[in-house]
């Protein structure tokens, strides 16, 4: 069973990224989307391979991907992605900064402030490994944008 406080974590996670896209115009949305869709697929993928190897605990009892990672990929990734690429697409140094950033407060910090309010903790991996786990994916994300935007040209 959920408790209360997952649900209210679970629905703000996915609630204000989103509601956030509000703000970003529609043609940002329409440029970042399909590299944010990526994201968010590659993303579903790697916590259901994190969930299976218990490189974290949340401490709902019965363990359920659907209320427990699946917030987590549909929720920040795919609008937190597009703001890093609205931001910093076309210059590689800036859009690597803003991800070491906004990755680095995530496992550094926003991680402990889940275990203390008893949602998730690191289980498999230490702060190191869940920053590289996050981080990553980054240049991936980039890499997708960049052969859209090459594509697009050429058409």
């Known amino acids: 069973m959920m ?3 997952h649900l209210v974590f679970n629905l703000s996670i996915i609630i204000i990224p989103w509601l956030s896209l509000l ?3 529609k043609r940002s949305i329409k440029r970042y989307s399909l590299a944010g869709v990526f ?4 993303e579903i993928i790697n916590h259901l391979y994190g969930h299976k190897r218990n490189w974290w605990k949340f401490y709902d009892k019965r363990s359920l991907f659907i209320k427990d990672e699946l917030p987590f990929s549909i929720g920040p990734y795919m609008p937190l992605s597009m ?8 210059n590689f140094k800036k ?3 803003l991800n070491v950033i906004a990755d680095g407060l995530f496992a550094f910090l926003f991680i402990d402030v889940l275990k203390k309010l008893k949602i998730i903790s690191l289980n498999g991996l230490n702060h190191f490994q869940f920053f590289i786990y996050l981080h990553y994916k980054a240049y991936l994300l980039y890499g ?3 052969l859209f935007e090459k594509t697009k040209r050429v058409s």
Not at 39 to 42: A, D, L, Q, T
Not at 83 to 90: A, D, E, M, N, R
């Open 95 to 97: 859009f690597v900064l």
């Open 23 to 25: 703000f970003i115009g």
């Open 144 to 146: 997708v944008q960049y």
């Open 39 to 42: 994201i968010i697929i590659f």
């Open 83 to 90: 703001w890093i690429l609205k931001f910093s697409y076309g």
């Open 3 to 5: 408790s209360k406080r």
